[in-house]
């Protein structure tokens, strides 16, 4: 630090705004900007953040200091004052959040929460070894901004602000748009000109690349390079309308798993789609599957067959392990090799289905609305064969995994078990064996047990809409949504026994019920009652903002982060009420017991029956 001190001051007296901007390097719509040089080695996200700052200030035709010391760092002290404010009045209490993750640590992802609304909007791109590795609903939220960014056309310049995440290392890219002009603005704190991609820079690193594979070393710094050239590379072509940007997620997708095997029979991409499936080298296939065995089921259901580069791509593979599963016969539902050949057959079987080629409806979760609601009628819009450990038993074997349109099974979540149930097609009952809860989405998934007969009706089921009954468990439900509405009244009560005493988490089994709080009690543990009476009570269930829920809790619990409105539920007319996706009722809450409490530093873990 000390020389950085030293620059500082030197400089302190001299500190002058920057009228001109200095350009690296000008090439098809990118400049390269130079900019304030980073000497801090984990600094680079407050570098990328205030390079962002200065370019605004110049378009504006405000004070620009891309290349001043003393406002860099009076920037990055206030930013990190700013942190720490937002950590209290967020009642945060996690990393990245003390003191000395703040000030020594990275500029973290999660600070450019409190940034966007301090600042200006930034989307963040994440790139890792040539892919965009954002989540599903960021990807969208890109493709829509890109969309935006192709589709304007006005005479005031739409100006969209990029944070670039590239293996540790973060950079930005402003671009700029009006009727006649589009400029893009990349900045990099470290100033290097590698991004340039001449025929000979191109030339020594397909060299490199290939050296390290043989090797099978990973030089992360040589790999920033290369996923940073062709990053902005991607940028300028998506953002200029070149390139269907949905059409490239699809497709990096699959080619994370397809290029690794061409690579490994040592063909180009046009010599592996024509090659004969029964000429295919099997011990390559074997050591490929060993690799990509555990990530290609969460990838590759994320594909969309309406590109035609993935379905060639995907077809070929396909052809090319069920040759060898002729050959080989039916291996153990754990084995490499036949997990990687399940998961591929089972997306291009669906290609021959129409429904394949439109996107999914969005579920309508009805158990959100009406709790008693135990029978529905409705049609499936997924089905997939899916692969699955036993939790507690850690056994293998496969499941049908389905999706109603129209849904009343409760998914195991916060703290409430998966419902007890079954769907029936016809004359035959299927019982479910597994949930699975999509939180991000809002959605869910059934699962019953795998059979090919089952897995070919419903496969017809989904082409033809067919009506299938969903049958929950009246008694269990009712059970479980009791258990669970009995711990929103126990915490409304013990919450006003304590001091800021704040709500962490909830259990609601039958073989065991209790609820996590954390702060003080005003009361010694053994004052604290061990029978509450309830009478009075409604349920109500509304929807509120972000902002609505921080003003009655003083924070924004982290699981309601992906929904835009937030379900808030009450037991009583006085109660504050929590935000929660549980199942509820009134029903046999007269009476609730605390079995016993258990004390953690400053936890209590407190158990309860009815
Ligand atoms: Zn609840």
């Given at each position: 630090m000390s020389e950085i001190l030293m620059e500082i001051l030197e400089k302190v007296d001299q500190e002058e705004c920057t009228n001109e901007l200095q350009i690296i390097r000008e090439f098809n719509n990118v400049i390269h900007l130079k900019v304030y040089q980073q000497h801090v080695y984990n600094f680079c996200g407050y570098h990328a953040t205030y390079n962002i700052l200065q370019l605004l200030n110049h378009f504006h035709q405000k004070k620009c200091y891309l290349y001043h010391s003393v406002s860099f760092w009076k920037y990055v002290k206030f930013?990190?004052?700013?942190?720490?404010?937002?950590?209290?009045?967020?009642?945060?209490?996690?990393?990245?959040?003390?003191?000395?993750?703040?000030?020594?640590?990275?500029?973290?992802?999660?600070?450019?929460?409190?940034?966007?609304?301090?600042?200006?909007?930034?989307?963040?791109?994440?790139?890792?070894?040539?892919?965009?590795?954002?989540?599903?609903?960021?990807?969208?939220?890109?493709?829509?901004s890109i969309q935006q960014f192709i589709n304007y056309d006005q005479v005031a310049p739409l100006i969209q602000v990029y944070m670039l995440g590239i293996t540790f290392h973060w950079v930005s890219f402003v671009a700029v748009k009006t009727k006649s002009k589009t400029k893009f603005y990349f900045m990099d704190s470290k100033n290097i000109d590698y991004c340039e991609w001449k025929e000979q820079i191109k030339y020594k690193n397909t060299q490199m690349t290939s050296i390290i594979k043989e090797l099978r070393l990973l030089d992360m710094y040589l790999q920033g390079i290369l996923d940073l050239q062709e990053l902005i590379k991607l940028m300028d072509q998506a953002l200029r309308g070149e390139l269907n940007f949905a059409e490239y997620l699809c497709d990096s997708s699959t080619l994370m798993y397809v290029?690794?095997?061409?690579?490994?029979?040592?063909?180009s991409e046009q010599q592996f789609l024509d090659a004969n499936p029964a000429e295919i080298n099997q011990d390559i296939i074997i050591v490929w599957a060993q690799e990509y065995k555990n990530t290609i089921f969460s990838v590759l259901k994320e594909v969309s067959i309406l590109f035609d580069r993935s379905r060639k791509l995907l077809?070929?593979?396909?052809?090319?392990?069920?040759h060898i599963h002729s050959i080989i016969g039916q291996q153990e539902v754990h084995d490499p090799f036949q997990q990687c050949h399940d998961v591929i057959q089972g997306l291009v079987e669906s290609f021959k289905y129409e429904w394949s080629y439109h996107p999914k409806e969005k579920q309508i979760n009805l158990y959100f609305e009406?709790?008693?609601?135990?029978?529905?009628?409705?049609?499936?819009?997924?089905?997939?064969?899916?692969?699955?450990?036993?939790?507690?038993?850690?056994?293998?074997?496969?499941h049908i995994r389905i999706q109603f349109y129209e849904n009343i099974f409760h998914p195991q979540g916060g703290g409430q078990p998966d419902d007890v149930g079954s769907i029936i097609i016809g004359d035959k009952e299927f019982i479910i064996k597994n949930m699975y809860n999509d939180r991000q989405h809002q959605e869910s998934y059934v699962d019953i047990e795998f059979s090919q007969e089952a897995y070919d009706l419903l496969l017809d089921c989904r082409t033809k809409k067919t009506p299938i009954l969903q049958k929950v468990n009246?008694?269990?439900?009712?059970?479980?949504?009791?258990?669970?509405?009995?711990?929103?009244?126990?915490?409304?009560?013990?919450?006003?026994?304590?001091?800021?005493?704040?709500?962490?988490?909830?259990?609601?089994?039958?073989?065991?019920?209790?609820?996590?709080?954390?702060?003080?009690?005003?009361?010694?543990?053994e004052q604290i009652p061990r029978e509450f009476q309830f009478q009075d009570l409604q349920l109500s269930i509304c929807y509120y903002t972000h902002n609505k829920v921080f003003e009655i809790l003083g924070y924004v619990p982290e699981f309601v982060e992906f929904s835009e409105m937030v379900r808030w539920i009450k037991l009583r007319d006085q109660d504050i009420g929590f935000p929660c996706y549980g199942t509820h009722t009134v029903k046999g809450l007269d009476k609730i017991q605390i079995t016993n409490i258990l004390k953690n530093n400053n936890q209590f873990t407190i158990f309860y029956n009815l």
């Open positions: 930013v990190q004052n700013y942190l720490k404010l937002y950590r209290t009045k967020h009642n945060i209490n996690h990393e990245p959040w003390s003191n000395h993750d703040i000030e020594h640590g990275d500029f973290e992802r999660c600070y450019l929460k409190p940034w966007k609304e301090l600042y200006h909007d930034v989307i963040v791109i994440q790139y890792q070894f040539g892919r965009i590795v954002n989540g599903l609903k960021e990807k969208e939220q890109i493709i829509h290029r690794p095997l061409y690579e490994l029979f040592g063909m077809t070929q593979v396909n052809k090319i392990t069920s009406d709790a008693s609601k135990c029978e529905h009628i409705s049609y499936i819009t997924y089905v997939m064969k899916a692969y699955f450990r036993e939790f507690v038993t850690k056994q293998h074997h496969y009246p008694e269990v439900r009712l059970i479980h949504s009791q258990l669970h509405s009995a711990g929103h009244l126990l915490k409304e009560e013990l919450i006003k026994l304590g001091k800021g005493l704040k709500y962490i988490k909830g259990m609601h089994f039958q073989k065991e019920s209790y609820i996590l709080l954390e702060g003080e009690f005003e009361i010694p543990i």
